[in-house]
T-cell receptor, first 115, second 113 residues
Framework: EPEVTQTPSHQVTQMGQEVILRCVPI?????FYWYRQILGQKVEFLVS????????KSEIFDDQFSVERPDGSNFTLKIRSTKLEDSAMYFC?????????????FGSGTRLTVV | GENVEQHPSTLSVQEGDSAVIKCTYS??????FPWYKQELGKRPQLIID?????GEKKDQRIAVTLNKTAKHFSLHITETQPEDSAVYFC????????????FGTGTSLTVIP
């Protein structure tokens, strides 16, 4: 079964540092997403990406966040200057179609710890 | 925007009993409702979904019902087994907003052997 892969699985960074979380979506999927989940809380939407541009972003996704698809396979989330409250599990997801109501496939997540 | 509420937050059942988790949503335009199972430290995995033109869907021991009028949908697990223990999230999709999913707050299900 096709998978969404994320690296690293765990990243520890100092407050104020930049981090880049990497994702390889399923190859024939067209829509890409980042979600985050603070420990013990619900999954929260950050951003969706289609056709090489952001299609929607939440209020969480402020100027400190950016996404990029630098090549045909990778999809990255960058946090420019991390804060303690950025500590969370970050999930990448991809889906094949928009508007056809296909469920997402989630990656296994990157646990970001900001110290 | 959409608001999805989920109850209960925790649920313990004896092995073999049934478990029911309920969700409500606020936006009547939402038209797709997946359920995800998340085991400790792992990714959410889709277990069943229902579209707004369907009232009920079943897959072996799992079923989902949708009441569009009341704007609520429920997950039913019958003959529960210890491996059903996990956190379950409902979600609602408003398909004209970039396919964003709005998640419920989760239900931690414990099946007691």
């Amino acid at each position: 079964e096709p998978e969404v892969t994320q690296t690293p699985s765990h990243q520890v960074t100092q407050m104020g540092q930049e981090v880049i979380l990497r994702c390889v979506p399923i190859s024939n999927h067209l829509y890409f997403y980042w979600y985050r989940q603070i420990l013990g809380q619900k999954v929260e939407f950050l951003v969706s990406f289609y056709n090489n541009e952001i299609s929607e972003k939440s209020e969480i996704f402020d100027d400190q966040f950016s996404v990029e698809r630098p090549d045909g396979s990778n999809f990255t989330l960058k946090i420019r200057s991390t804060k303690l409250e950025d500590s969370a599990m970050y999930f990448c997801a991809s889906s094949e179609w928009q508007g056809r109501n296909y469920g997402y496939t989630f990656g296994s997540g990157t646990r970001l710890t900001v110290v | 925007g959409e608001n999805v509420e989920q109850h209960p937050s925790t649920l313990s059942v004896q092995e073999g009993d049934s478990a029911v988790i309920k969700c409500t949503y606020s936006d009547s335009a939402s038209n797709y409702f997946p359920w995800y199972k998340q085991e400790l430290g792992k990714r959410p995995q889709l277990i069943i979904d229902i579209r707004s033109n369907v009232g009920e869907k079943k897959d072996q021991r799992i079923a989902v019902t949708l009441n569009k009028t009341a704007k609520h949908f429920s997950l039913h697990i019958t003959e529960t087994q210890p491996e059903d223990s996990a956190v379950y999230f409902c979600a609602a999709n408003l398909s004209n907003t970039g396919n964003q999913f709005y998640f419920g707050t989760g239900t931690s299900l414990t099946v007691i052997p």
